[in-house]
């Protein structure tokens, strides 16, 4: 099975900087990889997709790169609503796979 | 729209079952699933199961022996079984539509406790 790493479990951050979140996976999974953003006592929101593709309506701030194993999510200017969890996750036709979550909260 | 609804809370052992109603899309249209993750509280995301428009099935392979995924298209619902619950299951839990492969829509969740 795939694991999906995501290395910094709490980031800490104030307004206006440059944010990135890590992902790693297991093996190679290609651009197979989104992200989400998940508020407290809210469903989660996907924010990229195909690593790099932004989903329609997401601020362009985000921005996804990456591919095989390595990949990133970075806010280009954070903005007190971005202050949440990120997952990134793995999917393919037969499984889908979640990393522990980046927490970006107040510095 | 997705709305998820069951017990809020099950003894340990017991068998949960989960209704994951929608609206808004069609569970026949090529490309379309509807999938179930789960949260513990405090902790990480975590796919349960899907099917699929046409029927096709999917399960997380930990977890693959007590799930059971089914869907009723003319009542546009789908149902998730778990079977043999354990404290350690106790989760929001969500269902999703899949659409070619990512979770776009998300139900707003039912938290399920475990206990006796």
């Known amino acids: 099975d795939i694991q999906m790493t995501q290395s910094q479990s709490t980031l800490s951050a104030s307004v206006g900087d440059r944010v990135i979140i890590t992902c790693r996976a297991s093996q190679n999974i290609s651009v197979w990889l989104a992200w989400y953003q998940q508020k407290p006592g809210k469903a989660p929101k996907v924010l990229i997709y195909?690593?790099?593709t932004l989903e329609s309506g997401v601020p362009s701030r985000f921005s996804g790169s990456g591919s095989g194993t390595e990949f990133t999510l970075t806010i280009s200017s954070l903005q007190p609503d971005d202050f949440a969890t990120y997952y990134c996750q793995h999917y393919n036709s037969d499984s889908w796979t979640f990393g522990q979550g980046t927490k970006v909260e107040v510095k | 729209t997705l709305k998820e609804s069951g017990p809020t809370l099950v003894k340990p052992t017991q068998t949960l079952t989960l209704t994951c109603t929608f609206s808004g899309f069609s569970l026949t249209t090529s490309g379309v699933g509807v999938g179930w993750i789960r949260q513990p509280p405090g902790k990480a995301l975590e796919w349960l199961a899907l099917?699929?428009?046409?029927?096709?099935?999917r399960y997380s392979p930990s977890l693959k022996s007590r799930l059971s995924i089914t869907k009723d298209t003319s009542k546009n619902q789908v149902v998730l079984s778990m079977t043999n619950m354990d404290p350690v299951d106790t989760a929001t839990y969500y269902c999703a539509h899949l659409d070619w492969l990512l979770f776009n829509f998300w139900g707003q969740g039912t938290l399920v406790t475990v206990s006796s």
């Open positions: 099917i699929y428009w046409d029927g096709d099935k």
């Open positions: 195909k690593a790099s």
